[in-house]
């Protein structure tokens, strides 16, 4: 929004940064400016209005004040998710959804507690800009023609040496494919391994929209409890032994942390070798272990071709690049090959240049130990500033990863905290919806990694008062 229709009267004798205040707030609140536009610069709107930029920046304080606005530093100031005047006057208030909007934080900056993103304050821009255009030129200058389906050979080589050295997977690079992110790479594996309409073992709790996918694909998704082992292998055998499928976190159980123990791993093998069934190790966080090293893979024990190796660069490098990776058994190389060249192709060739460049130099691995170290430290603030601003409404209950979780009392709504914490600026996970089983246990997964510890303790003061 490069304008906004005020009209300042400098004959009254109210200020003009309360005219301006005015101005905007009857703009927002008639519906005329839709929720999350940007505002104007204080620059901007200055210049426009012939105003002094502390003027302007009253009013925009205001705005915020009133939770009319967000500030969002070097993004900018948008308007906040609320109802118009118009929707509150006529008695209609749509009903609220079961889960906060998945949509919300698509395309947007990183919010304050947002889970799944990588900080975005120290991301290498001006080295990445750089690996971008070069692969921007080479892909420009290369000869015309088809790319592999598979992915780029030289990331898929790249990836592949990766995992051997970090992972403990020794694999080739002809069973890796690149795929579009984890979504893509749990399509091919469905269809590749005709998985329709068959049933499967998800963790409880576990990601949300995987058990989504599932029940896209007609499979029928069993909710096994998870305990400070991972997942229970024994009560998936009680609940249902004939399972086509295993999904899977095992290095870092999403959203709890916990790894999995090397006995369930190895039972975990024996019931799909025994039954013919077959494991999805979602490898979400690498090796971004932020205590000690990572656990091997789950894929390194493997010995009878029966896990399905799924990782990406979305914790690690950025979730805009939508890029992923598959890893199959050697004898499921060729048809999951021709899967992906029939129906299911690499991303942008250019996104795979860059990426592979940034493996091959260094620079992915240097970045990872950077992150461990920054993530660790912002996890550790959080938990401290938890522990002095909201001790009695919100306990810390464990950490996982790029997380911390936290529990709630048992009458408080985590999913209507959750929707109205977006209107400070704040964008916590309701814990409940990632449980199939009831009860669910009620509290808030927080993101450390797109933290501000110069307002933290603000933040965590607001959400203890929306958790009260």
Not at 133 to 159: F, H, K, M, N, W
Request: aromatic share 6%.
């Amino acid at each position: 929004m490069d304008s906004l229709p005020i009209d300042l009267d400098r004959a009254k004798t109210t200020p003009l940064a309360k005219q301006i205040y005015t101005a905007i707030r009857e703009t927002i609140e008639s519906g005329r400016i839709p929720a999350n536009a940007k505002l104007p610069s204080w620059r901007d709107l200055a210049a426009q209005l012939g105003v002094s930029r502390g003027t302007v920046r009253l009013a925009y304080e205001r705005l915020i004040d009133e939770q009319l606005a967000i500030g969002r530093g070097a993004a900018g100031t948008r308007v906040t998710e609320r109802a118009s005047l118009s929707s509150a006057s006529s008695g209609c208030s749509p009903e609220a959804p079961p889960v906060p909007d998945r949509f919300h934080d698509y395309g947007t900056v990183p919010l304050v507690f947002q889970m799944g993103v990588p900080a975005q304050d120290e991301f290498p821009y001006k080295l990445w800009s750089r690996i971008l255009t070069r692969a921007a030129r080479c892909t420009a200058s290369a000869p015309v023609g088809y790319p592999d389906p598979r992915g780029d050979p030289s990331l898929r080589r790249e990836i592949a040496a990766y995992l051997g050295m970090a992972r403990g997977l020794r694999c080739s690079p002809s069973q890796v494919l690149i795929t579009a992110g984890f979504s893509g790479a749990l399509g091919l594996v469905i269809r590749g391994l005709e998985l329709e309409r068959r049933t499967a073992w998800v963790e409880d709790p576990g990601f949300p929209l995987t058990r989504s996918a599932l029940a896209m694909a007609g499979m029928t998704a069993i909710a096994v409890p998870v305990d400070d082992e991972g997942l229970n292998v024994a009560a998936g055998l009680r609940m249902a032994s004939d399972a086509a499928l295993a999904v899977v976190t095992p290095g870092q159980q999403a959203p709890l942390g916990m790894t999995m123990s090397l006995a369930r791993r190895l039972a975990l093998l024996e019931w799909a070798r025994n039954n013919d069934a077959w494991i999805i190790e979602d490898d979400y966080l690498s090796e971004l272990q932020l205590e000690g090293r990572a656990a091997p893979a789950l894929a390194s024990l493997d010995h009878g071709g029966r896990v399905l190796h799924i990782g990406t660069f979305s914790k690690t490098i950025s979730p805009a690049l939508r890029l992923g990776f598959l890893v199959v058994p050697p004898e499921r190389a060729r048809r999951f090959g021709d899967l992906a060249a029939c129906l299911s192709p690499a991303p942008a060739a250019t996104i795979q240049r860059a990426v592979a460049d940034f493996l091959h130099d260094g620079h992915y691995l240097r970045h990872l130990r950077r992150m461990k170290r920054l993530y660790a430290a912002r996890r550790e603030t959080l938990i401290r500033c938890l522990c002095e601003e909201a001790s009695g409404s919100i306990e810390v209950q464990a950490t996982a990863g790029m997380a911390v979780v936290t529990r709630l009392r048992e009458s408080a709504s985590d999913v209507d905290i959750a929707s109205r914490a977006l209107q400070f600026g704040l964008a916590p996970a309701p814990l409940s919806p990632w449980y199939m089983q009831s009860p669910q246990p009620r509290g808030l997964l927080l993101g450390v990694t797109n933290l501000n510890e110069l307002r933290l303790a603000v933040d965590c003061r607001r959400l203890a008062e929306l958790a009260r």
